[in-house]
Every structure is written in structure tokens, then in C-alpha cells.
């Protein structure tokens, strides 16, 4: 027992003595393992403790033996864990590997099969990429071609509207500049390496431009002989026509010559309808109906060609004339150019006219020959003189139908000169007896009436000519002078207080007629001079009729008797001058002064103008002042003989009382 246990003890002593020396030999050469307090040692010396206590094992020398044995069951029993794991791992990849040694047997036999079908298509390839280049070239050739084309050429559709496939349309006008266009484009061609080119499309296109002008030319024919009506509206397609054409001076000239051979004829027959047929379902009314009213008949005609020129004007600028760059260039060109085509307009305008001027005179004829009113003359006249006006500004002053105008107004006038001529004859012939009351015969008014219409139709025309003035003179001249002398027939019965009273009357009508018109200033000083001499007349006579009734006739008489004898011997012992006689007449000429009704002769009474009636008045009152001043000196002279005293008024308080 003791040598067992001491040979037991003997070997547990060596046991722990070895352990002891493993421990100190891995403390010794781990002292930095430990001493750097190294997580993976300190956390399997944690397990371990864990390990002891989990089994509730006793730290002690037996359960440390068994420790080690417990640890490599436990790594083989993990191994074998391990090992089944990774058997099951090894199943699949050698699975995988099994599928990769397909595929690459695969991507071998693809390697093969590629690099021979690489072999055989290198030559495919080769030329696949150069046909790749060829047709990169050919698509920039096929670019540049098909702007070239689209440059030089035209187009199917410009082709067709060109070619006369369709109606002539606003395409064809696209065409047509599209042409013009390419022309003048080519000659930049000429400029470069492609001259066999540009020649070569010039004449193409100069082929295409000259068919496109026939083509345009024909239809503009037969679109103006298409412009019959005389209302016709704008064609825009006839102006684009027009304006094409210019560049062909004469396609454009017969173009226009056929466009006003048709108007001309549209006019024409337009003023005969409107004279013999009026407007649609008689609305407005044939001219020739009002031929019994001169002036109205002859105003519907002249106002109905006044309207067809403005028309035909406006019509023609906007036909021929009228686009938006003629428009563009008449605000940029000069007046030179301007006046061209203002030129250019009043010619056509000149032509297409022409056609009215026949049916005109035929009617103006007609009316002449009826021999008119001496009014209705003047008014023809007048009228005649306006519309030529009118007519100058928008036909021309050389038209024809302007000169017309003017001849007819000329030969208008000359048959109203000689119905004036007539009407003079017929006031010396024609004389009245004046009326008791002196006031101007019913020819007078009668005359002056006419005179005023002609006036007023004169100023209403509102023409500035220089014969109107003459015209008016020689109007003046043929009533004024003439009524002036039937006037003066009617009252040579008369007496002369009666005579001059009746013509200052009579003068006083014509010159307050003759003050509300122009250009008559001078026969309204003619007759104002006229006036004078008769009011002359009256102031002797109201003179004369203010010293009989102031009862100083006798003494006065007797007084310049006197005078015209040289004055000699005293007054008063004069015949008709005694102190009694002209106590007596100085005592009747205060009852005179104090009875204040200082009348007027009868003939002052009647007449018209109330301010030559106060003239009278005051020139009588100033003669007889001077006279009975004159009387009233010699009077109070001292050699008159005269008592102190006689006379008793001065020449301020006579004309107070007067």
C-alpha cells in the first residue's frame, strides 16, 4: 500500500512537476502573449474555466487529466462534423467541376469552330468593310447630290404646274420664280470647276422660262379680254401675271394693250347702258330720262364718268401697278420713278376713256341744240368746268377726254354768251314803266335773280382758272350794263329827282348782289360811282326843298343875285334883301327851326338804302348850313345896313336843331 502509495504519490509528483514545467516553459516564452493580454489566449482560458463549471467539475488534478482527453473527442468529433460537411461540399464541386470541364470542352470546340470560321470569313469581312466605305461614300455623294438637285432643279410638282398640267394657279408663279431662280443661281456654277454644268442647266432652265412666258402670256390674254364687266374685282393672279411680264418688255406691252382694248370697250359700252338702260332691273333710272332737265342730264353723265375713272384707276394700279414690292420700291426710289409710273397710268387711263368721248358730244349736242335757259347754260358750263378739273388730276391734262371736256366747256360757254347776247337785246327792248313808288320793275329782279344763280353756280364750281375771272367781267358786262341801260330808258319820263331816286333804288339791288360774291370789286365801284351822281341830284333838291320850307327862298335867291353882281352897295338896299323883307323871312326861318319836323322830299323817302337816305340828309343839311352861314355873315356885316340884332343864331345851334 505505502510503496503503492508512495510509488503513487512518486508518480503524481512527477506528473505535476512535468505539468509544472510545461507551464512555466509556456509562461516563460509567452510572457509578451500574456504580459499584451492577448484576447484569443484570455478568452480560452474563459472556455476552459466554462468548461469547468458547466459540469459542475471540480478543478482538480483527476478532471485536468481527463480534460485533454475530453478536448481531442470533442476536435474529433468536430473533425468528423467537418469532415461530413465538407464531403457533401465536395459532392457539388465536383459537380461543378464537372460542368466546367463541359464548358470548357465546350468553349474549346467554339474556340475551334470560331477560328475556323474566322479563317474562312476574312476574306467576307474584308470586303464587307469596304463595301461599308462605299456606301458611307456613296451616302455623302447622294447628300450632296440631293442638295444640288433641290438647288438646280425642280421639283415634280413645280414641273406639272409649270408644264401646264393644271389650271394656271398661284403654283405656277412659284414655278415661274423658282426657274428664274435656278437661272440665276447657275452662274455661279460658272464660276467654279462645273461650267459644263451650269451651261448645261442655264439652258434648261432658259428653255423652261421661255415656255413658262408663252404659257403666262396666253393666259393673261385671255384673262383681260375676260374683264368686260364694268365692276370688276382685284385678280391677284392677273397682277402677279403683269409683274412677271415686265421682264419681257413686248409680251407686256401687247398684255397691256389687250387689257385696255378691253376696257376701253367696257367703259363704252358701260356709258351707253347707263344713258340707255339705267342699272339692273331699271335701278338707277336710264340717263337719258332726265334729257329734259339739262343740268341734271348732263351732271348724271359727267358724275357717272368721274365715278368710272376713279374706278378704272384704282383698277389699274392694283391690276398692273400694284404689289408689294412695286410698293416697296416707289417708297424707296426716287420722284423720277414715281413720276414714270404716274406717267404710265394717265397714258392707260388716256386710252381707256377714249371710248365715252363720242357718246358724250352726241348728248351734249342734243342738249345744245335745245337752246337752254340762260342759267341752265351757265350751270352746264360750270359743271363742264369742274368735271374737267376732275378729269385733269386722274386722266391728264393732254387726255382726250380731259380736251373734250375743255372744248365743250369752251363751246358751252359761247352759247351762253349768246343767249346773253339775247337776253341784253330783249332788256332795251322790253322796257317797264317805273312804279309810283320807285321801286326797281320786275325785270330788275328778274334779271338779278338769273345773275345770282350764275354766281352761285360759278362759286360753287371752285375752280382756279384764270378765265373764270374773265368769264365773271364778261358775265358782268352782258346783265349789269344792259339792265343799267333798260333802267335808265324807263326813266327817262322821269323827272330828275324821280329819275335818281328810281336808279339809286334800282343800282342799290344790283351792287347788294354784286357784295356777296368775289371777282366783282370793280363793277361794285362802277356802280358805286354811278350812285354818287344821283345821290348828287337828291342832296340839290333836298337842299333846295329845306330852303323853301324854312321861308328863306326869296331872301336867299336875292342874296347870291347879289353876290353874282359883285357884291356892290349895301345889303339891305338891295331888291328882295330890305330890312322888312328880311325881318319877315328870318321870323318865318325860326318858326321853321322851332316847329323840329325838318322833313324829307318824297323821293328820299323811297328809297331802299337807309344808310344813302341819312347821307342825303346830312350833305343837304351841310349845303344849306353853308348857305345860311354865308347869309347870316353878310348880315351881320357892317356894311350891310342892317339893324344890330337882326340875327340871332350861329352855325352851331342850325346844326344842333338840323
Known amino acids: 500500500m505505502s510503496s503503492e502509495g508512495g510509488g503513487g504519490g512518486h508518480g503524481s509528483g512527477a506528473v505535476s512537476n512535468s505539468l509544472t514545467r510545461k507551464l512555466n516553459k509556456i509562461l516563460t516564452s509567452h510572457d509578451t502573449l500574456f504580459t499584451s493580454s492577448h484576447a484569443g489566449i484570455v478568452a480560452a482560458l474563459h472556455g476552459l ?49 464537372g460542368k466546367v470541364h463541359a464548358m470548357r470542352d465546350c468553349c474549346h470546340d467554339m474556340t475551334a469552330r470560331l477560328h475556323k470560321a474566322q479563317n474562312e470569313t476574312a476574306e467576307l469581312i474584308k470586303k464587307t468593310s469596304a463595301l461599308r466605305q462605299d456606301k458611307e461614300k456613296l451616302q455623302v455623294r447622294r447628300a450632296v447630290l440631293s442638295l444640288f438637285l433641290d ?131 331699271g335701278t338707277p333710272k336710264p340717263l337719258d330720262l332726265d334729257s329734259h332737265d339739262p343740268i341734271l342730264y348732263v351732271s348724271g353723265m359727267l358724275g357717272w364718268l368721274h365715278q368710272a375713272m376713279a374706278s378704272e384707276r384704282d383698277l389699274i394700279v392694283r391690276v398692273i401697278f400694284s404689289s408689294s414690292d412695286d410698293r416697296q420700291r416707289a417708297s424707296s426710289s426716287s420722284s423720277t420713278a414715281a413720276s414714270t409710273t404716274e406717267e404710265s397710268v394717265t397714258s392707260l387711263m388716256d386710252e381707256i376713256m377714249e371710248g365715252v368721248c363720242r357718246p358724250l358730244r352726241t348728248r351734249w349736242e342734243q342738249v345744245t341744240s335745245s337752246h337752254p335757259p340762260l342759267v341752265a347754260c351757265y350751270r352746264i358750263a360750270s359743271t363742264l368746268l369742274l368735271y374737267h378739273s376732275f378729269t385733269r388730276d386722274i386722266v391728264g391734262e393732254q387726255s382726250q377726254l380731259a380736251t373734250l371736256l375743255q372744248e365743250l366747256h369752251a363751246l358751252t360757254m359761247d352759247v351762253f354768251f ?24 320786275t325785270t330788275v329782279d328778274r334779271t338779278l335773280g338769273m345773275l345770282q344763280e350764275i354766281l352761285e353756280a360759278k362759286a360753287t364750281t371752285a375752280v382756279d382758272a384764270p378765265t373764270t375771272t374773265d368769264d365773271t367781267n364778261r358775265i358782268l358786262r ?13 326813266a327817262a319820263n322821269l323827272g330828275p329827282a324821280d329819275m335818281a331816286a328810281f336808279m339809286i333804288n334800282c343800282i342799290y339791288r344790283m351792287r347788294s348782289l354784286l357784295d356777296t360774291f368775289d371777282d366783282t370789286d370793280e363793277r361794285a ?66 318858326g321853321y327851326l322851332a316847329n323840329a319836323s325838318f322833313g324829307m322830299i318824297r323821293q328820299c323817302d323811297l328809297l331802299h338804302s337807309g344808310a344813302v337816305r341819312d347821307r342825303i340828309r346830312q350833305l343837304a343839311n351841310t349845303i344849306f348850313c353853308n348857305t345860311v352861314e354865308e ?8 356894311t350891310s345896313d342892317y339893324p344890330p340884332g337882326l340875327v340871332h343864331f350861329d352855325r352851331q345851334t342850325l346844326e344842333a336843331l338840323l
Open 631 to 638: 347869309f347870316r355873315d353878310a348880315c351881320v356885316a357892317p
Open 151 to 281: 438647288r438646280y432643279q425642280l421639283r415634280p410638282e413645280e414641273q406639272e404646274a409649270l408644264s401646264g398640267g393644271r389650271p394656271l394657279d398661284a403654283s405656277f408663279f412659284r414655278a415661274f420664280e423658282r426657274v428664274k431662280a435656278i437661272h440665276a443661281e447657275c452662274t455661279r456654277l460658272l464660276r467654279t470647276n462645273q461650267q459644263r454644268a451650269g451651261l448645261d442647266i442655264m439652258d434648261e432652265m432658259t428653255a423652261l422660262q421661255e415656255k413658262g412666258y408663252e404659257r403666262l402670256y396666253a393666259w393673261t390674254q385671255a384673262a383681260c379680254r375676260g374683264l368686260t364687266t364694268q365692276t370688276v374685282d382685284r385678280t391677284q393672279l392677273l397682277n402677279r401675271a403683269f409683274k412677271a411680264l415686265r421682264e419681257r418688255e413686248v409680251l407686256y406691252k401687247y398684255s397691256v394693250n389687250e387689257y385696255t382694248t378691253t376696257r376701253r370697250q367696257a367703259v363704252a359700252r358701260g356709258f351707253v347702258d347707263a344713258l340707255t338702260r339705267g342699272g339692273p332691273n
Open 49 to 97: 474555466s466554462d468548461v469547468f463549471e458547466a459540469g459542475n467539475k471540480r478543478n482538480d488534478k483527476q478532471e485536468r487529466q481527463r480534460l485533454r482527453s475530453d478536448i481531442e473527442r470533442n476536435s474529433i468529433e468536430v473533425n468528423r462534423r467537418f469532415l461530413d460537411a465538407f464531403q457533401e461540399v465536395q459532392q457539388k464541386l465536383e459537380t461543378v467541376e
Open 525 to 590: 365801284e362802277m356802280l358805286n360811282a354811278q350812285v354818287e351822281a344821283y345821290v348828287d341830284t337828291l342832296v340839290n333838291e333836298q337842299a333846295h326843298f329845306m330852303t323853301e320850307a324854312s321861308g328863306l327862298k326869296g331872301v336867299l335867291h336875292a342874296f347870291q343875285q347879289w353876290q353874282h353882281r359883285g357884291g356892290e352897295g349895301a345889303m339891305a338896299a338891295q331888291p328882295g334883301l330890305d330890312v322888312q323883307t328880311t325881318t319877315g323871312a328870318l321870323r318865318a326861318f325860326d
Open 418 to 441: 349768246k343767249s346773253l347776247d339775247r337776253f341784253a337785246d330783249d332788256l332795251k327792248q322790253n322796257i317797264e314803266i317805273p312804279p309810283a313808288d320807285l321801286y326797281p320793275p
Open 478 to 490: 352782258g346783265m349789269v350794263d344792259p339792265l343799267l341801260q333798260s333802267c335808265l330808258l324807263s
